[in-house]
């Protein structure tokens, strides 16, 4: 093909990540996933796996260097490695706290800062990042994930006026429901102070957590990763069309309009506040 790319996927073992492997070398692209083994879930001769703890910064740069000696550079970048937690803030440690704001926002920013010199000297690239619809607003019980999809979120807004002017394009991908483990066999929990318990049943359904689920079982509900996988390369395939954030899955924008709608009416009780 003449449009061959090479894409970096994180957390490429399962999930969507897995989807978004198959979903590119299906398009004739070549891929470099990285899972926290080195081992994949599928082999191809355009795949290369690559063992990667994304809060590791160091080796965040070594497999960034290291696919691009291997494939003569980096074109998409899809920050995908992360995981949820259940645990209202009162319950949360310090260390269930470093732990996934050092996997889902500072592994992120890790790989970034490791592929925009890449990109920049190729005077071309895509960097994704897959958030979600936490990314926008927050719910209860999820305020730690809220807080690092927020940050990837803004520290990736400032990143797309900084790395334009090179030709390098980002992408927010907030994603809603979706068909995985993510909210099943990958969830982590925070141990549960009995006050919340009336909280968690009304907002969760649950007054008990975690939560027990059979191997293997999955949310259920939402568009199944190939479906948002395919969305997101069809994206990032096309021609720029200036959005930095994509909505994918067909519950995103609705959840996405209803906190856009609460913060404009918060924000219009002060009569200085104007739009347009």
Sequence with gaps: ????????????????????????????????????????????????????????????????????????????LINNAGYGLVGAIEELTESEVRKLLDTDLLGPMWLTQAAVPVMRAQ?????????????????????????????????SEALAGEVAPFGVRVTIAEVGAMDTEWATGSMRFSAPVTEYDEGRKQILGVSEVPWVT?????????????????????????PADGRLRLMLGDDAPGQIATVMQRRHDEYSLDPRFVVG
């Design 1 to 76: 093909m003449t449009d061959q790319r090479t894409f970096l996927i994180t957390g490429a073992g399962r999930g969507l990540g897995l989807a978004l492997t198959t979903a590119a070398l299906a398009a004739g692209h070549r891929v470099a996933a990285t899972t926290r083994t080195g081992e994949g879930a599928v082999q191809h001769e355009r795949l290369v796996t690559y063992a990667l703890d994304v809060r590791d910064r160091d080796a965040c740069r070594a497999v960034v260097r290291r696919v691009a000696d291997d494939f003569g550079g980096v074109d998409v």
């Design 123 to 155: 005077r071309t690239g895509h960097i994704v990042q897959i958030s979600s619809v936490g990314g926008v607003g927050a719910m209860p019980f999820f305020g730690l994930y809220n807080a690092a999809k927020w940050g990837l979120e803004g520290f």
């Design 214 to 238: 059979e191997p293997g079982v999955t949310a259920g509900d939402g568009a199944s990763p190939a479906e948002i996988a395919d969305r997101l390369l069809q994206h990032i395939t096309a």
